[in-house]
Structures are given as C-alpha cells and as structure tokens.
C-alpha cells in the first residue's frame, strides 16, 4: 500500500525535472513576498526595515544562482504586474520606479551572486557562507543606494542617512540568520527534490 501512495503522489506531482524547478522558483518568491511583510517605516526615508534581505539571501544560497536569479525575477515581475508582493503590501510599477526600486533590482543581482558563491561551495561553512551572504548584501546597498541617490536628487550623505546607514545593523544580523539557517533550508529542498 505504502508503494502505490508514493506511486500516486510521484504521478501527481514529480519531484524531478522542471516540475521542481518551477515550484522551487516559485516556493522562492513566496519566501521573499512573505518576508516582505515583515515591514517597519521609517518616518525619515521612504526605504522601509523589511525581512526581504535575509530571505534573498537563503533564495539565492539555497536555489542556487539560475533558479535563485528567477525566483527574484518573478517576485520582482509580480510585484510590478499589481500583486501585492512588496514590502507593507505594495505593488505597480511605480514602486519598481520609486525610491526603492534600486534594491529590489538588487535582490535579483545578490540572489544571482550569492547563488553562484554557494555552487563554488561558499555554503558549505559558517564562516565562508557569511563571507558570500555579505557580498549579497553589499550588492542590495550598491544597487539600493545608487538608485535612491539618483531618485531623491539630494547630497551622497542624505542619501547614505537615508539608505544604508539605519539598515546595516538589521542586516549584518539577516546575514548570521540566515547562514544559520540553511542547514535546514538544504534539507527542505532536498526532500523537495527527491
């Protein structure tokens, strides 16, 4: 009996092949939309305190960098589509061309980037998975703040006060978080896959 039920669930959803591609991507930008929701405004700056970053981060380092490039690419095509995907519910392609647009831009990269440390095994320890999740968050803020200077039209330092500096603790603490929990996350889509 235990044959024919893994028989049957094996016949209604495979675990190999683009099937699993596809609900991996899409599992993915799940993650991000729903950490998206994990939003604080600021009153000073129109970049929210959000939970985006670490869950771009465990995307990027658990699908890899192809699958981790198009899960953000499809959160970033949802978002823009009109489904409330960003942070505090947003969405339209005006939050894409806003002020924080940069930094969703920069999940794509940083889940790309971080993707492809982790299948040169930067993953693999603790301290070597924070050395690529940093350089993930590195590429948000280049992306982020160059973006947000440009659409602001104010001074390197208003727009450094408003983009990164209040963000850097919270983030240094996403990346320990999330080089924690990817253990589990590997495991997930292990039994995903299988």
Not at 12 to 33: C, K, Y
Not at 78 to 91: E, L, M, S, W
Not at 163 to 181: E, N, Q, T
């Amino acid at each position: 009996m235990q044959t024919q039920a893994a028989t049957l669930r094996l016949a209604i959803l495979p675990r190999s092949g683009l099937l699993t591609d596809a609900l991996l991507v899409a599992g993915g930008t799940v993650f991000v939309a729903l950490a998206a929701q994990v939003s604080i405004k600021l009153g000073f700056t129109p970049v929210p305190l959000t939970g985006q970053t670490f869950a771009v981060l465990v995307v990027g380092s658990v699908l890899g960098s192809t699958r981790g490039a198009l899960s953000l690419l499809l959160y970033l095509a949802v978002g823009a589509a009109g489904i409330p995907v960003y942070a505090q519910h947003r969405h339209g392609w005006s939050v894409f061309t806003g002020a924080t647009g940069g930094y969703i831009v920069g999940f794509v990269v940083a889940a790309t980037l971080t993707g492809w440390l982790a299948e040169r095994n930067w993953d693999k320890s603790f301290s070597s998975s924070i050395a690529a999740m940093l350089t993930g968050t590195v590429v948000i803020y280049a992306c982020g703040v160059t973006w947000l200077h440009h659409f602001l039209g104010v001074s390197w330092g208003t727009t450094l006060n408003d983009g990164l500096y209040p963000f850097v603790p919270g983030d240094i603490l996403k990346v320990y978080l999330a080089a924690a929990v990817l253990p589990g996350a590997w495991r997930l889509v292990d039994r995903i896959r299988r």
